[in-house]
């Protein structure tokens, strides 16, 4: 049951922390760089033109990590005997690691046989 509840914190979405009901339009705001009123009125307003029931918004709220990495349906599990307590074991990175090497800027060089010779800084 751990092992779900670790795959959903390694997606890197988490509730907002400026939450006025479960956090879960804060967070999605604050995933796409947008500001979190535009997402509470776009989630109220399918709520009530296009059918979005309240059980989504509070099925999403109960599979999402919040800020300290609590999910709240596993520490309700917990609280029953059931899993862990609700934190992840391990720290998850938010954003993707990518390892990019460095770039070593390369000078031309005037020479006297017609070809440009290129150095590297270091070898100056």
């Known amino acids: 049951m751990d092992s779900i509840f670790n795959a959903i ?43 979005l029931p309240l059980a989504v918004y509070v099925i999403v709220w109960l599979l999402t990590p919040a800020q300290d990495e609590s999910i709240p349906l596993q520490t309700f599990l917990a609280s029953l005997g059931v899993g862990s307590n609700g934190k992840a074991k391990t720290e998850y990175p938010t954003t993707p690691a990518t390892a990019v090497p460095p770039v070593t800027p390369t000078y031309p060089t005037a020479s006297t046989d017609g070809v440009e010779h290129v150095y590297r800084a270091e070898d100056r």
Request: charged letters at 15%.
């Open 9 to 51: 914190r390694k997606t890197g979405f988490r509730r907002g922390p400026n939450a006025m009901l479960g956090g879960v339009c804060a967070g999605i705001a604050r995933s796409l760089g947008i500001e979190a009123n535009l997402v509470r009125l776009i989630v109220v307003a399918l709520m009530i033109f296009a059918g």
